[in-house]
């Protein structure tokens, strides 16, 4: 009688696992995948003249997103779990070759989304095309005001767009005026009234200079602005202009991305310029990368720079075990790119899995407009879009589809060498993690 109850009860236990979903069934922590995977293009710049260090960091972001997904067993839709799938094309930074790399994304390799893209000279160019195809978009860095923005018709001469938005595109990095906003805030409460703003001649270093300029001569402060063109490596004749004046600069405020950022900021220490009891030195947001910046900026001491995303004294346990492999990889500090490019793909999965599909772009949208998550960055959500398409009058366009809570603070290096786990993070004053705020040459907190 026993052994007829035993085999009931494998019987029965045969028959439920039979009628199971073969692909939700788990064998030792594993499950088992559809044929098809579900492919997101990730779009970063590996070639020069880009970013190269960013799509680095991006792309093992990506990389590292997907394997953490598919050890949960993928992206479950109906009865089925999907492998997720990456598919890095380089930017090189160029607005045209980003267009042909997001064509071929979607005619070559039919990916389902697409998430990335460093420079907003890149978001912009592609943008419309990833709109019409109705592929859903998750931006993780460009910082374009006009990057996601709805109703924006046209940009620099470029084919006009959706009038009723970017339903498609979503952004998680801030817009420009975001983290303008906070550094022209910082510099004016430290009394400067002689700002020198040096440029890249990009979609990313006008706009942002034309708002920082904006709030500056608001606040009745003097600007000179000089355009420089990003890869530049010899910036003394540029340089040589600032030492010339009969007065130095309250501040060097250096609006030039990656690896160029470096050479300009080196150059301007050698020469004296900034940093300086009188000048300040606010430089790229890159110099959180500490190994990297002090291997190309030595004499960098006491140079200011924004961070944007989450600092590391308020690391959540995701972001502190992110922050560890990356480390174990590049021996250094996990930058918000990389953060927001790992959160990207959570997001478009989450999206995917609350939407029950891969492939109606509309509900997948849908379904990110709704996202509520926490990540590594923080929780993410999306204030205005389709779902609430009314912008309060005074809102910026950019807040369509745009994470209205990102980090930026503005840190300070006081050592020599120093990681920027230990640099001073001085200001807003709610972030200060060593109880000081800007520190000339030779103070320390």
């Not at 893209?117 to 890149?122: E, L, Q």
């Not at 590049?330 to 927001?340: L, Q, R």
């Not at 990681?419 to 000339?440: R, W």
């Amino acid at each position: 009688m026993k052994n007829r109850s035993v085999t009931l009860t494998l019987i029965l236990v045969v028959a439920i696992l039979a009628l199971m979903p073969f692909s939700v069934i788990r064998a030792d922590g594993h499950c088992e995948f559809a044929d098809e995977a579900i492919k997101i293009g990730g779009l970063v710049p590996l070639s020069a003249p880009g970013s190269v260090g960013g799509g680095v960091a991006m792309s093992w972001a990506f990389n590292r997103a997907v394997d953490d997904i598919n050890a949960d067993c993928g992206v479950q839709i109906g009865d089925q779990n999907y492998r997720l799938q990456i598919v890095i094309g380089d930017s090189e930074g160029s607005p045209e070759r980003g267009q042909a790399v997001v064509e071929r994304f979607i005619l070559e390799d039919e990916v389902h989304a697409v998430s990335g893209v460093y420079h907003s000279a890149v978001g912009l160019a592609t943008m419309g095309i990833l709109d019409e195809n109705g592929v859903p978009t998750v931006f993780s860095e460009p910082w374009n005001d006009n990057v996601s923005a709805n109703g924006i018709m046209e940009y620099d001469g470029r084919p006009p767009r959706n009038a009723d938005g970017v339903d498609h595109i979503f952004r998680i990095s801030p817009a420009s005026s975001m983290v303008g906003s906070v550094v022209v805030d910082w510099l004016l409460a430290e009394g400067v009234e002689d700002i020198v703003i040096i440029a890249e001649n990009t979609d990313y270093g006008q706009p942002a200079a034309a708002d920082e300029l904006a709030r500056f001569e608001a606040a009745g402060a003097t600007v000179t602005q000089i355009n420089v063109e990003l890869g530049t490596e010899d910036f003394v004749p540029i340089l040589s202009r600032i030492q010339a004046r009969e007065s130095a600069p309250d501040v060097v405020r250096i609006l030039v991305t990656g690896e160029t950022s470096f050479n300009l900021t080196q150059q301007m220490a050698e020469l004296g310029i900034a940093p300086t009891e009188d000048t300040i030195c606010v430089t790229n947001q890159f110099a959180f990368q500490s190994e990297q910046y002090w291997e190309n900026v030595p004499d960098g001491n006491y140079c200011t720079f924004n961070r944007v995303g989450i600092i590391p004294s308020l690391f959540s346990d995701i972001a502190i075990g992110l922050n560890e492999a990356y480390f174990e990889e590049f021996e250094d500090i996990i930058p918000s790119f990389a953060m927001a490019s790992y959160d990207a793909l959570h997001i478009i999965a989450d999206g995917m899995e609350r939407a029950g599909t891969m492939s109606d772009g509309a509900a997948i949208v849908e379904a990110i407009e709704s996202t509520d998550l926490d990540l590594s960055q923080g929780r993410y959500y999306f204030e205005y879009g389709n779902h609430n398409p009314d912008l309060p009058e005074g809102t910026p366009a950019f807040m369509w589809h745009q994470w209205p809570d990102p980090v930026v603070t503005m840190m300070q290096y006081f050592e020599p060498g120093q990681s920027s786990l230990d640099a001073a993070v001085i200001f807003p004053e709610v972030y200060q993690t060593h109880g000081t705020g800007y520190m000339a040459p030779g103070e320390s907190p």
